[in-house]
């Protein structure tokens, strides 16, 4: 039963989320543990994660216009936050489901919302990122739940576009410095390999 209302809840959210960023006209899709279910199998996840592209000018407005769909910051000084880390934290009142809503600024970030594809969910159309693109971004976030979350993807999926990943990788090795991206991720990639996908 429990699993029944976590996974209720986060339906709620990623519908008020959808809902809430159409009616103002902002470029996004959703990422993290959500989209990787939708995208190989589904994992538990209690929050959710998107990514948007919209004018610095338009961010104090966006903020407010949440409200009637039951999203608002989780924080006093959310805007500010977001000045700093480029990420809204804002939640879904009706279900309780923290959102963690980024802005897309970097030139990865804005072609991948450019090659994003729907998915249906029940009666929800859900933007989602290429398995391509959805692996970059676990790659670079590098915690243990994000290289499980790749090793899904690849046995789902078993013609991606390495060369696309790898490009992108090693601009991100560069920019961090940390020349271990391309060899972790060619570690998961062995490791499936080796367990026959």
């Given at each position: 039963m429990a699993k029944k209302r976590t996974d209720e809840s986060l339906y709620?959210?990623?519908a008020a989320l959808i809902r809430w960023l159409r009616s103002e006209h902002v470029s996004f899709m959703i990422i993290g543990g959500f989209a990787v279910?939708?995208?190989s199998r589904p994992r538990a996840t209690r929050d959710v994660d998107a990514v948007m592209t919209i004018p610095h000018d338009r961010w104090k407005a966006l903020l407010k216009s949440g409200k009637p769909?039951?999203?608002e910051p989780r924080m006093r000084?959310?805007?500010a936050f977001a000045q700093e880390s480029m990420v809204f934290l804002l939640k879904h009142l009706p279900s309780s489901t923290p959102i963690d809503l980024s802005i897309g600024s970097s030139?990865?970030?804005q072609q991948a919302l450019a090659h994003r594809h729907s998915k249906?969910?029940?009666r929800l159309t859900v933007p989602l990122p290429r398995v391509e693109d959805i692996i970059i971004m676990k790659a670079v976030a590098r915690r243990p739940v994000d290289f499980a979350d790749i090793s899904t993807m690849l046995m789902h999926h078993h013609k991606v576009d390495?060369?696309?990943i790898l490009h992108w990788l090693d601009t991100?090795?560069?920019l961090l410095q940390d020349d271990s991206l391309i060899r972790d991720f060619e570690q998961c990639m062995k490791n499936v390999m080796r367990k026959g996908r």
């Open positions: 709620d959210a990623v279910s939708l995208l769909f039951g999203i000084d959310c805007l030139e990865f970030e249906r969910l029940k390495k060369q696309h991100f090795s560069e």
